[in-house]
């Protein structure tokens, strides 16, 4: 699972992020913005959330946050944490993924996180929820070589950008937590600059 969150934050961070605001606030959900990374979207109350070098992390209690900082997470039932970013369509294009439609998109970017993490993900379970007009599609795993498992949830927010989160925990947590998930992705939008994000 840390090969898998490690590939999602190295993406990030070369990819970088960007901000706006999707829709009304959910009953039962805060609001968020970062100056630093660009991003806001609406999370669970009572969750916590991190930035750090350039990351930021969503956690549903404050000490997972600490042990993840510190790469000694000690996952319990009923944690999640979740790292979220952005990534251009034409990022997509180039790794030859169609962006079309939702469901193709995750299936490219799952693919392309199994083939990172040598082919030992198991036991997916997809499911596509829609928020508000928004569709997301998720991804729920196991990596046998880890206890916990992930969920890849990914917004195809508009034309020209796409947002993933992948969340972990153990996969009674995150069946339990993916509408939140979901909730959450879904409400993450950008107003930055695209021409900042185009390889130069």
Same mark, same amino acid.
């Given at each position: 699972?840390?090969?898998?969150?490690?590939? !999602?934050?190295?993406?990030?961070?070369?990819?970088?992020?960007?901000?706006?605001?999707?829709?009304?606030?959910?009953?039962?959900?805060?609001? @968020?913005?970062?100056?630093?990374?660009?991003?806001?979207? @609406?999370?669970?109350? *009572?969750?916590?959330?991190?930035?750090?070098?350039?990351?930021?992390?969503?956690?549903?209690?404050?000490?997972?946050? #600490?042990?993840?900082?510190?790469?000694?997470?000690?996952?319990?039932?009923? =944690?999640?944490?979740? !790292?979220?970013?952005?990534? $251009?369509?034409?990022?997509?294009? /180039? /790794? *030859?993924?169609?962006?079309? =439609?939702?469901? #193709?998109?995750?299936?490219?970017?799952?693919?392309? !996180?199994?083939?990172?993490?040598?082919?030992?993900?198991?036991?997916?379970?997809? %499911?596509?929820? %829609?928020? *508000?007009?928004?569709?997301?599609?998720? &991804?729920?795993?196991?990596?046998?070589?880890?206890?916990?498992?992930? #969920?890849?949830?990914?917004?195809? %927010?508009?034309?020209?950008?796409? /947002?993933?989160? &992948?969340? @972990?925990?153990?996969?009674?947590?995150?069946?339990?937590?993916?509408?939140?998930? *979901?909730?959450? !992705?879904?409400?993450? %939008?950008?107003?930055?600059?695209?021409?900042? /994000?185009? $390889?130069?």
């Amino acid at each position: 699972m840390k090969r898998i969150v490690l590939f !999602v934050v190295v993406l990030t961070i070369s990819i970088g992020t960007v901000w706006a605001q999707f829709g009304s606030q959910p009953s039962g959900f805060s609001s @968020y913005s970062s100056d630093n990374l660009d991003l806001s979207f @609406y999370y669970p109350d *009572g969750w916590v959330i991190a930035e750090q070098d350039g990351n930021l992390t969503i956690a549903n209690r404050e000490e997972l946050l #600490t042990e993840i900082a510190t790469d000694v997470p000690d996952i319990r039932p009923g =944690d999640t944490a979740m !790292v979220i970013g952005i990534m $251009p369509t034409f990022f997509m294009m /180039m /790794m *030859g993924i169609p962006t079309d =439609d939702i469901s #193709t998109i995750l299936d490219g970017m799952f693919e392309t !996180v199994v083939s990172d993490n040598d082919g030992v993900l198991e036991n997916t379970n997809r %499911e596509t929820l %829609e928020f *508000g007009g928004r569709r997301v599609a998720t &991804v729920t795993f196991d990596d046998s070589s880890q206890d916990a498992s992930g #969920t890849f949830l990914v917004a195809h %927010e508009q034309e020209d950008v796409i /947002m993933f989160a &992948v969340a @972990y925990g153990f996969r009674a947590s995150l069946e339990a937590n993916r509408e939140q998930l *979901g909730r959450l !992705v879904a409400s993450a %939008e950008f107003t930055g600059d695209l021409e900042n /994000m185009m $390889p130069q």
